[in-house]
């Protein structure tokens, strides 16, 4: 029983990252249709810069944190400026290999500055130690609660910038009815704009959280590749038109994942994560939490 509880924690942990990267996801999808395939080389990128502001100069977490977060939404913004925005209303295979390009770009670029091969360790927010229950230890420590809590701050503001305030209902309009919010006196290239740096500023936050996990590390590839799965596969799960959608299947992804590397077979993560996304589409192709069919390009 203990550790079917200490499985479930982890993969509670685990998900609210997933679910951080499903988020960013989602929110590009439902802004322009487009699965960001780069989204994993843009938290890598901004993650390797927190961790070297962090680790290398001795920066202070929280600053590095930020400044990590502000690249993401630089990167975020100039890559749906120069790179996407051109190609949008294109076939849709046009997009799909912009995002690689970028992608690999990113890879490349981070490379030379910080090395490919080396694997390079971040120091989390908080003790990596798991709480104490009686003479045991839970795998849940301060910093799983700082993760968790993060998410779940991220998701608050998501909710009330999109459901109380004008800004979001127009970036609503934007993405669900375009030619309309144009009529209407609303900007649409600029809120895009506004939702990919936002959807950047995303991933840059789960990359930073999935480094200082206690089995996290930064590399140029390797990790932040398997991280983009998870978190598409979450997306998937929960509906790529649902943020709500994107955190539960977050959730469930982490749980699973956790259940299955323990109670099955360790390693190979990756795999169940594409069986559970073959079944999801096999059963329900727009997600358990899709209200509407997705609309066609």
Do not use: C, K
């Not at 942990?13 to 994993?40: D, E, K, P």
Request: glycine share 10%; proline share 3%; net charge positive.
């Amino acid at each position: 029983m203990f550790r079917f509880l200490n499985l479930t924690l982890n993969g509670v942990s685990l998900g609210m990252i997933y679910a951080a990267v499903a988020l960013a996801l989602v929110m590009i999808w439902r802004a322009t249709r487009i699965v960001n395939f780069a989204q994993g080389g843009m938290l890598m990128f901004t993650t390797f810069i927190a961790w070297d502001l962090a680790q290398r100069h001795h920066i202070n977490y929280w600053v590095a944190l930020a400044v990590a977060v502000g690249a993401g939404l630089v990167i975020g913004a100039v890559a749906e400026r120069l790179l996407v925005r051109p190609v949008e209303n294109g076939p849709p295979l046009n997009a799909v290999i912009v995002t690689l390009g970028l992608l690999i770009f990113l890879q490349a670029l981070a490379g030379m500055i910080w090395g490919n091969a080396q694997a390079h360790s971040y120091s989390p927010a908080y003790s990596i130690v798991g709480y104490s229950a009686g003479d045991r230890t839970l795998l849940f420590s301060p910093n799983d609660v700082y993760i968790v809590t993060a998410v779940l701050i991220v998701v608050v503001v998501l909710y009330l910038l999109f459901q109380r305030t004008s800004l979001g209902l127009q970036m609503r309009a934007a993405a669900f009815s375009p030619e309309v919010a144009r009529l209407l006196g609303v900007r649409v290239g600029r809120l895009l704009t506004l939702g990919w740096a936002i959807a950047a500023a995303l991933g840059a936050l789960a990359g930073i959280l999935a480094a200082g996990t206690q089995t996290g590390y930064v590399q140029t590839v390797g990790p932040f590749d398997a991280l983009l799965v998870y978190g598409f596969t979450a997306a998937v799960i929960g509906g790529l038109d649902s943020p709500i959608g994107a955190v539960i299947g977050g959730l469930l992804l982490g749980i699973v994942l956790s259940y299955a590397d323990s109670y099955v077979s360790n390693n190979i993560q990756t795999m169940y994560a594409f069986l559970i996304l073959i079944a999801v589409l096999m059963v329900r192709p727009n997600g358990l939490f899709s209200r509407s069919a997705a609309r066609r390009v």
